[in-house]
């Protein structure tokens, strides 16, 4: 384990709909990274938070967003879906604002499986 | 922009065989590279790591040395087991972001 906590695992939905997932990151990390990994793209950066607020966007399109509570557990809100949104979603945490040092790591949760039918 | 590359997979070995995964870079300045292993069904977990250039990252038997002249981190281990089999990513920090960039991953399979 761990020590972020993702839910749901899985997900299967229809097109056009909207899904939220949700992510605990570790004990005392105030950063949280928001992944889709998908078959074709591999691993992809789609949005940082920071004590909760936006730090960094990637390739993170219109229809997804995401937000940081007070407690720092984040969602990332994914809406309007489509076939090409199926993909597994890796939520990670860190403790400080940047990882440009390696002291700083991210550890990863276990994902949701998002499938679109 | 930075990017990592890696080898493409899948990799199958027989065990006790010895392992390369080739992990190469472009980046500005002096970023942290790392190797992040995903076992089958499991989220990332952080493999090694260096921070600068000559840094030998290790931890359970695998090793990468941080080799700027070539830009290269590539991943080694002398024997390996049934158990290393899983998916390996290699990534750097960088970018405009601050985040870290990752390769394409490469898929190890060994065979007892």
């Known amino acids: 384990d761990s020590g972020v906590t993702q839910t749901p695992k899985h997900l299967i939905t229809a097109t056009g709909q909207r899904v939220t997932l949700r992510c605990s990151p570790r004990?005392?990390?105030?950063?949280v990274y928001w992944y889709q990994q998908s078959l074709d793209q591999g691993l992809q950066f789609l949005i940082h938070?920071?004590?909760?607020?936006?730090?960094a966007k990637g390739n993170i399109l219109e229809r997804f967003s995401a937000q940081q509570f007070p407690d720092l557990h984040s969602e990332l809100n994914l809406s309007s879906l489509e076939l090409g949104d199926s993909a597994l979603y890796f939520c990670?945490?860190?403790?400080?604002?940047?990882?440009?040092?390696?002291?700083?790591?991210?550890?990863f949760g276990a994902g949701s499986r998002l499938t679109v039918l | 922009g930075d990017s990592v590359t890696q080898m493409e997979g899948p990799v199958t070995l027989s065990e006790e065989a010895f392992l390369t995964i080739n992990c190469t870079y472009t980046a500005t300045g002096y970023p942290s590279l790392f190797w992040y292993v995903q076992y089958p069904g499991e989220g990332l977990q952080l493999l090694l790591k260096?921070?600068?250039?000559?840094d030998k990252g290790s931890n359970k038997g695998f090793e990468a040395t941080y080799r700027k002249e070539t830009t290269s981190f590539h991943l080694e281990k002398g024997s390996v087991q049934v158990s290393d089999s899983a998916v390996y990513f290699c990534a750097l920090t960088g970018g405009s972001q601050g985040n870290l960039i990752f390769g394409k991953g490469t898929k190890l399979s060994v065979k007892p």
């Open positions: 938070y920071y004590n909760g607020e936006e730090r």
């Open positions: 004990s005392g990390d105030l950063s």
């Open positions: 260096a921070t600068k250039a000559d």
């Open positions: 990670a945490s860190s403790y400080a604002i940047e990882i440009n040092s390696g002291a700083n790591v991210l550890t």
